[in-house]
């Protein structure tokens, strides 16, 4: 099947603007055009995953380009495509446990205000702290707190 331009963009939201861009900076090395429109096929969709996939992982444009070029290349290159992944999946899991931290000082203070609001002041939660809180929001604070 194949698709035009403005059917891409609808169907993952991305702008037109940024698709030409892809091509431009030859991520889809092997767009086809017919007298000068750009035609998608399912190979493309697939590319366009991967990358979209790739940016959301934190990679530049240009390591994403030598990605793609890897890709063409075939199997020569399975060792550098697995060391790139390899880094990605170390750097988004370190952000994943960032992101937990950040989660569990939101989870701790919503507890904490929630608490101050039904006891109407912070006298309670002052003589908890730090190490005198329900187990579950002692994990959320000691999360937070990097103990």
Not at 20 to 41: A, M, N
Request: charged fraction near 30%; proline fraction near 3%.
């Amino acid at each position: 099947m194949t698709y035009s331009i403005g059917d891409i963009s609808k169907m993952y939201a991305i702008p037109v603007s940024t698709l030409r861009y892809y091509d431009s900076e030859g991520l889809l090395p092997d767009l086809q055009r017919k007298s000068g429109i750009r035609i998608f096929t399912d190979r493309e969709l697939d590319q366009l995953r991967m990358i979209e996939c790739l940016k959301k992982s934190g990679l530049k444009i240009s390591e994403i380009r030598q990605f793609m070029e890897w890709a063409k290349q075939g199997p020569s290159t399975y060792q550098q495509r697995y060391e790139l992944m390899s880094r990605q999946l170390e750097s988004i899991e370190n952000q994943i446990a960032e992101m937990r931290k950040v989660q569990a000082m939101v989870q701790y203070k919503c507890w904490y205000y929630s608490k101050a609001i039904e006891d109407g002041n912070e006298d309670q939660l002052k003589e908890m702290m730090p190490d005198h809180l329900p187990q579950d929001i002692q994990e959320l604070y000691d999360l937070a707190h990097d103990r």
